[in-house]
Nanobody, 124 residues
Framework: QVHLVESGGGLVQAGGSLRLSCATSGRTFSSYIMGWFRQAPGKEREFVAAINLSGGSTYYPDSVKGRFTISRDNAKNTVYLQMSSLKPEDTAVYYC?????????????????WGQGTQVTVSS
């Protein structure tokens, strides 16, 4: 079993930055594809970022590309999401997720493990 715990959410003004962290348990973190997803009220959960096993490849949708950066530290069993130039439409609960397959997927249903989520609110 893998446990994921997000932190770093909060309230920020438009144009500001936040860094989310996701600490994981277990000794097999480096074998999991890691991703970040978000869900706003009344909307479906959407893909925000993903990173491959080594951390050498990252993936983003156009909505956050150039503003968000995902990274991982396999020695610390932690994945990060650096968010900058935040917009009110980025407001959502952000979830960290792990996938126990070696290939990246953008569909949240392809991920096996989830954190409890952290609220990010961007004011205009």
């Amino acid at each position: 079993q893998v446990h994921l715990v997000e932190s770093g959410g909060g309230l920020v003004q438009a144009g500001g930055s936040l860094r989310l962290s996701c600490a994981t348990s277990g000794r097999t973190f480096s074998s999991y594809i890691m991703g970040w997803f978000r869900q706003a009220p009344g909307k479906e959960r959407e893909f925000v970022a993903a990173i491959n096993l080594s951390g050498g490849s990252t993936y983003y949708p156009d909505s956050v590309k150039g503003r968000f950066t995902i990274s991982r530290d396999n020695a610390k069993n932690t994945v990060y999401l650096q968010m900058s130039s935040l917009k009110p439409e980025d407001t959502a609960v952000y979830y960290c997720a792990g996938r126990n397959r070696p290939n990246v997927r953008y569909d949240w249903q392809e991920y096996n493990y989830w954190g409890q989520g952290t609220q990010v609110t961007v004011s205009s």
